[in-house]
């Protein structure tokens, strides 16, 4: 017991350092790297208190995907490095009480979310739900969604399979005059094809037919 | 195990568009052999229905997803309405240089999803379809990519119609926390209190609904989307997606919503008649014909809408009709468009048409019987649709209702009768030319003689249709 608290208070102090971190770094990519470095942790969050399917899905989607995306956009727009310091320069400090006003309603939102449902006396507790402790939550979470909600989830491939074909069509140019490297003739190109040894006789010179 | 007979329509639809996929990205130039495969494979899909079709209502996957009559009767239109969009608009695409592999097989998915939508008994499925079927919708619109006005038209009706899916989601949602289930039959079990916020989560989806029919006060995405779409793409908009969302609306309003008809039928009611006069009076004004086809579609929404409001099984068939009847006019009407063609170019404003029957006296003919089938005059098609709907209006002495969509339907005979003037009375234009596609003659033809011949033979389509009994 003592080693999961431990733990518990190792991957929070990461998150919440890391989750700082995004906000004040200066360099965009340290921002990304200090996000990837959250959902990281909150994932081993997940882990231990026995959602493993959200913590492996969190490093799939979020880190996998999202993060990799952000990087990209990062790289490819140049911001590495930002300009103006965040909380000292005069343009971003017009920002920062809007920003301080969202965060605290959001702040009392939450209390209001989490008080409802502690005290709220007819809601349902989650011990009271019948579990399997036997079985992981990816087993029952496949043996619904294999069976029920088959249809549900082959349909979604389909939804995707035709978001790729849009992406394609709506993009892919077959442009007209590329010069296209040949692996295959370069590979299999001989000395006998490219280069011929004549022997020059003097004053003649060398006639080429080409 | 569940019998797996009765959704291989689906199957064979789903396999077939990665088959298509295949085939396409290994053979070079398989362009027109895969728009051919595509409408064979929509025809074979439709055998599939119709071989398995229900005498009663079958539930599949944890009773999500329902195989009944309405269901059935209504893929057939969507899968033969598609193979027919599909085998008119080959040349179109030719000319218009954007005959590639992805436009078929786009078709087949947004078919696949309208297939999923009629079929759903949840909510969950439902938006999957939905979603599945718009996702197309949105690449189909800004197919033309190198055109300003596809790219405009396709960017437009994705954030106007992600706009509306939210609303959808969130009246899911509402519906979702009040009954506790995603379940059609259960939800309709679950909804006899009248709490506000039952009463919001239906008006949210039925917003969203009517935002995907273009129903008025939702209706403004669709004289541009149908302006800018390539015309083939244009002629699928306005067909094809109509009949699957109408039977969606059909299910929610008789599935779930039934014990709730107090909340939702005014709601229809006041949908319907806004469509109606809109969509006869802002037509008016319009010189192109794509536009005033957007701006006469959202007026035979209003009266389809109508047949809904009345809650009985009368009405809900003679929606049906009409719908089905629409898309046989639409059909041809577009069948007109493409065959207005000069050295590559297509026309599609009304002065294009002047003195049209001079030159080309059986598309006129044609034109002509469209027209007055669309303006509603007997003894053509149009008219009985609209018998139908009017007559089991009155049924439920909804006199109000009926006597707006009577007005609205001699205003909108205005804009018709004005383009049969310009193509009979007006000066003649250079000619057209005439070498088309033996499909378009076909299709021009059969949708032309339907509407003709309707009159001999009505008995035998309400025998159909009534096989469907929600209530």
Redesign the interface.
């Known amino acids: 017991m003592l080693a999961h608290a431990i733990f518990f208070y190792i991957f929070s102090f990461i998150a919440i350092v890391s989750a700082i971190m995004v906000t004040v770094s200066k360099n965009t990519v340290h921002s990304v790297f200090f996000l990837i470095l959250d959902f990281i942790s909150i994932s081993c969050l997940f882990i231990m208190i026995g959602a493993e399917f959200l913590g492996m899905i969190m490093l799939i989607v979020y880190v996998g995907a999202v993060a990799v995306l952000f990087l990209f956009v990062v790289m490819m727009l140049n911001v590495a490095q930002q300009k103006n310091q965040w909380f000292s320069a005069r343009e971003s400090s017009k920002h920062i009480p809007i920003g301080l006003i969202i965060s605290v309603i959001i702040f009392f939102e939450l209390i209001i979310v989490i008080g409802g449902w502690k005290y709220k006396p007819d809601l349902m507790p989650a011990v009271s739900l019948t579990m399997d402790k036997e079985i992981s939550n990816t087993h029952a979470l496949g043996n619904i969604l294999y069976t ?5 989830f ?3 491939g ?2 995707l ?3 790729m ?2 992406a ?3 993009t892919f140019r077959q442009r007209s005059g590329v010069k296209r490297q040949s692996y295959f003739s370069q590979i299999s190109r001989e000395r006998s094809d490219a280069v011929e040894i004549i022997n020059v006789e003097s004053n003649k010179g060398v006639k080429f037919d080409d | 195990m569940i019998n797996l007979n009765f959704i291989s329509a689906e199957i064979f639809i789903s396999v077939s568009i990665m088959f298509l996929l295949i085939l396409g990205v290994f053979k070079k130039n398989s362009s027109s052999l895969i728009h051919n495969l595509s409408i064979g494979l929509l025809l074979i899909t439709g055998i599939l229905i119709l071989n398995n079709y229900p005498d009663k209502s079958l539930t599949f996957f944890a009773n999500s997803y329902i195989i009944d009559t309405l269901s059935s009767l209504m893929k057939i239109f969507t899968v033969i309405g598609g193979a027919l969009v599909l085998s008119i608009s080959k040349k179109y695409l030719k000319i218009s240089n954007i005959f590639l592999i992805e436009y078929p097989i786009l078709i087949l998915c947004s078919i696949l999803g309208m297939m999923v939508m009629i079929s759903s008994n949840d909510l969950i499925v439902f938006y999957i379809g939905l979603e599945l079927q718009s996702l197309a919708l949105y690449v189909l619109a800004s197919f033309n990519r190198d055109q300003l006005k596809s790219s405009e038209s396709g960017l437009k009706y994705f954030v106007l119609s992600a706009l509306s899916s939210g609303l959808l989601l969130y009246g899911c949602s509402l519906i979702y926390g009040f009954s506790e289930s995603t379940n059609f039959n259960i939800i309709g079990n679950a909804l006899k209190s009248t709490h506000y916020g039952l009463t919001f989560g239906i008006v949210f989806i039925l917003v969203g609904l009517a935002f995907k029919i273009s129903a008025v006060p939702f209706h403004m995405w669709a004289p541009d989307v149908y302006e800018g779409s390539p015309t083939s793409v244009t002629l699928f908009f306005a067909t094809v997606p109509k009949v699957a969302a109408l039977t969606v609306f059909i299910r929610f309003l008789y599935v779930p919503f039934i014990n709730m008809i107090d909340q939702w039928q005014p709601i229809i009611i006041f949908l319907s008649i806004a469509s109606m006069i809109f969509g006869a009076i802002a037509a008016i004004g319009q010189n192109n014909l794509k536009r005033l086809v957007a701006y006469s579609s959202i007026g035979h929404i209003g009266y389809t809408l109508a047949g809904l409001s009345v809650a009985t099984n009368e009405g809900i068939q003679a929606s049906i009709i009409y719908i089905s009847i629409y898309m046989v006019m639409n059909l041809g009407l577009f069948s007109c468009l493409f065959m207005m063609k000069r050295n590559d170019q297509f026309f599609e404003t009304i002065e294009d048409l002047s003195g049209l029957s001079k030159n080309h006296p059986i598309l006129s003919l044609s034109f002509l019987v469209i027209l007055f089938s669309l303006a509603g005059i007997p003894p053509l098609a149009g008219f009985f649709a609209k018998f139908y709907i009017f007559k089991s209006v009155i049924e439920q002495s909804m006199y109000f209702l009926a006597i707006v969509g009577l007005l609205s339907t001699v205003i909108a005979a205005f804009y018709y009768l004005k383009i049969i003037k310009v193509i009979y009375f007006d000066k003649e234009k250079e000619k057209y030319d005439t070498d088309h596609s033996t499909w378009l003659k076909v299709s021009l033809a059969i949708s032309t003689l339907l509407i003709l011949l309707y009159f001999i033979f009505p008995s035998k389509i309400v025998e159909i249709v009534s096989s469907v009994t929600i209530i």
Do not use: N, R
Request: aromatic fraction near 6%; glycine fraction near 6%.
């Open positions: 029920d909600y088959i249809h549900i082959q349909l979604s389909m939804v399979l035709v978001a074909i849009g394609i069509v709506l």
